[in-house]
């Protein structure tokens, strides 16, 4: 979208797609303040990017690819940020409703797990294409579906979620 | 586990209707007012293109390295030459009453990981043409070589090589291991045993074989030789806004692995969600100005006494260690010079 791009066609954008993006940043960033700002800092590069998107597709495509890419560049400053300390997070873990634990399940998983299971269950993208948007080939992408599955369901399992 | 279960769990990851608005809001007065975007200095990571690999022998001439490790580790034949030490052909074939076989091609290992090529074929009539598959294959030291305390983490599984005919009855997998979660201290001159596991497919029709019903394995002794070198760095690094120390730092043509130690942190610190963020952390800095980053985790380990981690990641490429002048782990660099 380029500079002459008005609000309403950013706004309408922004609603395609937010809740994708947001998705893929909270997934990635494990909290809800630096998820915000990896979404805004995405739709922000929308803003400035001086080319048109060939189609709907593309506009998808480009924005997981920078949600993505914009996370990984800010988790390479989480490492220096201060942690909760201990008695916070075992309170935390106290309060802990039904839905954080799944979603601190997903969290426990390799970035590239949660990556590969959100686009292929939850996009519906195939196996090439989510190598296509990862950077890597076909085949590693089908074996890590399996193995960041099967991950899951042990966990879940183990966290005493019904699963069939 | 269902697409049901599966879209439960991504659906908590949605954001309120009052947070999407809140954050156009925030976006569209930005914008109004006119303010700078914030830019982030990004890492670039300069990969060599992949050689093409034209030769139509399966294995290297100089080293036996075989090709698709080498395609792998998208070398050339002179490359080949940087990892001869730590290969080991095996060339044995499992054979199943079920009909399936397991061939063990090759191993190639350094100090502390190692690689194992396998080729599964099915029965004549099935087709491995599913999506996903998974191997699993055992990789066991005697007892009398896992001298290293418990450790916990985790390893990443099988990577299934490029399938050149999906529709026949066998696939190529490389699997990984580092010495940690094998128990001991350095992988060379080890005796290991591979023994097939089981394979699992994923949705489709759900091929799943046990391989443990009857007890077929191979012995592997892997190489004496380290193609490594390591280096004591000892130096403070930050992790997570907390000072460690970064140990031991070891380079092979294929691998990087560190160590890092903190005093005063207890193993309950250290979850492993917050080690896969290191994932992302390590790039290679060479002689010729070109960065490369590791992506490819091999596993991380937490001793369960002292609380070092132990870290082992495979390079995408190889890169002789002494073409490497600096390290960045975390955002941190580490000269590697003298």
Redesign the interface.
Known sequence: MNSAHR?EE??AL??RH??MV??IC??LM?NVPDA?DA???V???V??YDKPFRDPEHEKAWLIVTARN?C????????????ES?EALQHMSCEQHR??G??E????????DRMV??LH??QGY??QEVAELLGT?P??V??R???A??K??LR?EAEG?D?? | MTFHDLNRAFDEFAPTPEQEQAMLDRLLTERKEGKAVYHIKKVTAVIAAAALLLLACAFTVATGLDQRFLAYFRGTEGDAQAVSGGVVGVGQSLRYDNGWTIHIEQVLADRYSMAVLTEVVAPEETVLDGEAYYFELGMELPPSAQNQAASSGWGYGPVILEDEDPGDNRLTFLHTKGVREMGAETLLGQSVTLRPQYLLESGGRKISVDFLDEEHSCTVVLPEQDSGRTWEINRPIQVDGEEWTLGELYLSPISLAFSLNSEGNTPRVWGPSEMTSMEEEADLHLKNGDVVTVRRVVSQTQDGESGEIHSVFQTDQIIPPEDVTAVTILGQTFSLRG
């Open positions: 609000g950013m706004a922004y609603r937010v809740s947001y998705q909270l997934m494990k915000e979404t805004q800092n739709f922000r590069k803003m400035e914009e990984r560049d800010q988790l390479k400053h989480w490492w220096r940020r201060k942690r201990e839905d954080d799944l979603k399940l997903i969290w426990g998983l390799p970035e590239k299971l959100y269950y939850y195939n196996a080939n085949s590693t089908r074996s579906l399996v193995r599955r099967q899951l369901k879940m979620y699963i069939p």
